[in-house]
Nanobody, 128 residues
Framework: QVQLVESGGGLVQAGGSLRLSCAAS????????MGWFRQAPGKEREFVAA????????YYVDSVKGRFTISRDNPKNTVYLQMNSLKPEDTAVYYC?????????????????????WGQGTQVTVSS
């Protein structure tokens, strides 16, 4: 199982930016599809973005398209989520996840159940 540690969350005003990072502790990181999810209070965990092992394929939920960018640095075992033009409705705990059963594929899974390893989460709060 992949161990994941997120960082970079915080409090930001609407329209601002944050970059989340997720460091993985396994060599299998470079072969796995990685994803970001978020969970707001009282709501279910929601898919945000995913990136395949090669970085060539990405997928975003409609609400963040054009504002968020997922990327990865395989030699550093790290995946990033650049968040621009943040809105109050982006407020949530953001989780990094690894889809270890999707290795060396350009398919981007989006279901919570497709991701077997999770970080502890990092809080993002956007004030209006």
């Amino acid at each position: 199982q992949v161990q994941l540690v997120e960082s970079g969350g915080g409090l930001v005003q609407a329209g601002g930016s944050l970059r989340l990072s997720c460091a993985a502790s396994t060599r299998t990181f470079s072969s796995c599809t990685m994803g970001w999810f978020r969970q707001a209070p009282g709501k279910e965990r929601e898919f945000v973005a995913a990136i395949t092992w090669s970085g060539r394929s990405t997928y975003y939920v409609d609400s963040v398209k054009g504002r968020f960018t997922i990327s990865r640095d395989n030699p550093k075992n790290t995946v990033y989520l650049q968040m621009n033009s943040l809105k109050p409705e982006d407020t949530a705990v953001y989780y990094c996840a690894a889809a270890s059963k999707y290795r060396y594929t350009e398919y981007t899974p989006r279901a919570v159940s497709d991701f077997g390893s999770w970080g502890q989460g990092t809080q993002v709060t956007v004030s209006s």
